[in-house]
């Protein structure tokens, strides 16, 4: 009996190394992976300090008025990248990334509607988009723009909504909406724990490498879009640094945050 307890104890304490030696091994993965990506994948447009941290804003073209677009709740500068270079044509057209996604430096305080919109005044202000603004909101873009116009009315020319999410999905919930807001949270906390420990990474690997059935056991539940070969939304470069992005627990935090 006594030989059979030390027997188990030994393969527990041998297990116990194991997920230890692979947890060490993933976040080992994952710095140097990021490493790499910071070299392959340089902000295409600015940084700029909006009060000790800095956003990341890409422009192009030249006119007025200036063409603002908001993405969607965990999007990116990337997700208008060929919707921007057709507006360029003929005014100007920025895109930029929230605190926490893209190439944006997390914020230190906690995210709320007022501190988003006062960040997007304070991004255009510093990086030099004179206005006035057409402000291009998709689903949670939507609810920044409106509460950007009604802040700063006497910069906004004008509106288009894309699909946008409404305030009442907000303040009066559903016990379900309710319900599919703290999933996402929870979700989002769970690629940030799969990205520190090198799995997101990996996912983005096998993607990449085409292994996509092995990829989509490992991804997050409701991100498997993002994972997607050969997407339309963004250019080619563009589309593999966004699936590169997927494996920096900053963004999925930074959507956590919000949700």
Known sequence: MRGAEVTIGALLGDLVSLVVLVVLVGMAYQAIGSARDNRRFPPPGQMVDVGGYCLHIHSMGEGSPTVVFESALGGSSLSWALVRSDVAKFTRACSYDRAGLGWSDADPMPRTA??????????LTNARMKGPYVLVGHSFGGLTARLYAAQYPEEVVGMVLVDPAHPSQWLQMTEEQRKRLETGARLSRRGGILARLGIARLTA?????GALGIARLLSVPGEWWCLKPKSRAHPRRGEEAAIRALANPKGALGAAEVF
């Open 114 to 123: 007022q501190r988003i919109v006062k960040e997007l005044h304070t991004l």
């Open 205 to 209: 690997f096998l993607v990449s490498a």
